[in-house]
């Protein structure tokens, strides 16, 4: 799957009209294969089916019972995560995505699709493209939310031995090292073409120290820019393999993005600049079109929340009453949390950003977001 299209399953699943019938949001870890994830699955189904009022059990059912059916069913031999989202009942929904990196074990039933884990994955996974190179061959390998979509060019130079006919060995040895030097800026203008077209943001390049250094030199301050890291590899390496090789190196750089993101977000704040923190702040940021880059920790969860559906009054901290305290409506939607910011981040277009781990950050309630611009109430909101 490529990034693109799990941008538009997310937009999907963000924008999905709520109804009676909880959806349930599943996601498996299948590093050690499906059979370790049935009773957890089964167990977890279970107490969630407890915890629903009578009227949306056989709704559930259904969606439950569309999960089991589908993993019933053979799986890719290569999927190592599957995202899946169900819903019964008169509007019925789903969708089920597969991956070849691994998503965390996580099962919950609301009444939207929880996608956060899903703009997690989209956040460390970006696509970026390798350039494999050697003396006798070059590879470009697309890479998408940690596989590889497409080899996007490979290519050989030509060069025939022509010593003891009319060229001396000297001759020949000039004449091979001015073909690979061609051979190489060949690869670099193919290279930038590639990216450009196919919106690649970063570059890694693989192949022996020598090439790297060579494409290095060579590379023009545009390319350069998107280059994230070299790896060692060689022609007859196999291609997952060295995708393999590339992904750590990928994820570190990644990190080192959200958490200048993290510090930018936090000299805003210092400043009383153009950011908020704490999870009211963000959440009104985001509800109100504000918000530009959302940034969570990956640890930030702050539980469930609650909203009326009649007046809108929203309670982060407060249980769920049985009818609203402020216009005395029944009607109480709740949600987690976190998966609400994302969700509403992804129907208004704001960038998501989480860390790994930042103590300020932490201190700050966990999560903020860097604004478009400033109104009065932000003056006095505090992190919270």
Not at 40 to 52: C, F, H, M, Q
Not at 344 to 366: K, P, T, W, Y
């Amino acid at each position: 799957m490529e990034v693109i299209e799990l941008e538009n399953h997310l937009r999907t699943l963000a924008t999905l009209e709520e109804n009676d019938s909880p959806v349930i949001s599943c996601y498996l870890d299948l590093s050690n294969g499906l059979a370790g994830c049935r009773g957890l699955l089964s167990i977890r189904l279970l107490t969630l089916r407890k915890l629903l009022p009578q009227h949306q059990t056989e709704d559930f059912d259904q969606a439950a019972a569309r999960i089991h059916a589908y993993l019933g069913a053979p799986l890719p031999p290569r999927t190592r995560g599957l995202a899946l989202f169900s819903r019964g009942g008169a509007l019925p929904f789903w969708l089920a995505l597969e991956f070849e990196v691994a998503l965390p074990t996580w099962i919950s039933a609301g009444s939207s699709p929880n996608i956060y884990h899903l703009v997690e994955l989209k956040d460390n996974y970006d696509r970026y493209a390798i350039l494999l190179m050697t003396e006798t061959s070059a590879r470009i390998i697309g890479v998408n939310l940690g596989s590889v979509t497409e080899q996007l060019w490979r290519a050989r130079p030509e060069l025939r031995p022509r010593v003891g006919h009319d060229w001396s060995r000297d001759h020949f040895q000039n004449h091979r090292r001015e073909r690979t030097r061609q051979f190489l800026h060949d690869q670099i203008r193919i290279l930038d073409r590639v990216v450009s077209a196919g919106g690649y943001g970063h570059i890694i390049l693989a192949g022996n120290s020598r090439m790297i250094a060579a494409v290095r030199k060579e590379m023009p301050k545009r390319l350069a820019a998107m280059l994230v890291d070299a790896v060692p590899a060689a022609a007859t390496d196999q291609v997952n393999d060295i995708v393999s090789s590339t992904l750590l190196s990928f994820l570190e750089h990644e990190e080192m993005e959200s958490q200048a993101l993290a510090e930018k977000l936090i000299t805003q704040i210092r400043t009383h600049g153009l950011a908020v923190a704490g999870t009211r702040a963000t959440l009104e940021a985001i509800r109100v079109g504000q918000a530009d880059i959302l940034v969570l920790v990956k640890s930030y969860d702050p539980g469930a929340g609650w909203e009326c559906r009649n007046c809108g009054k929203l309670e982060l901290e407060l249980p769920p009453p049985a009818a609203c305290p402020a216009c005395h409506a029944p009607h109480i939607r709740e949600f987690d949390i976190r998966g609400e910011l994302v969700r509403l981040a992804e129907r208004h277009q704001v960038i998501c950003e989480v860390v790994e781990h930042n103590d300020i950050l932490m201190s700050l309630g966990g999560v903020g977001c860097l604004l478009r611009y400033y109104a009065p109430a932000n003056y006095w909101s505090s992190a919270a």
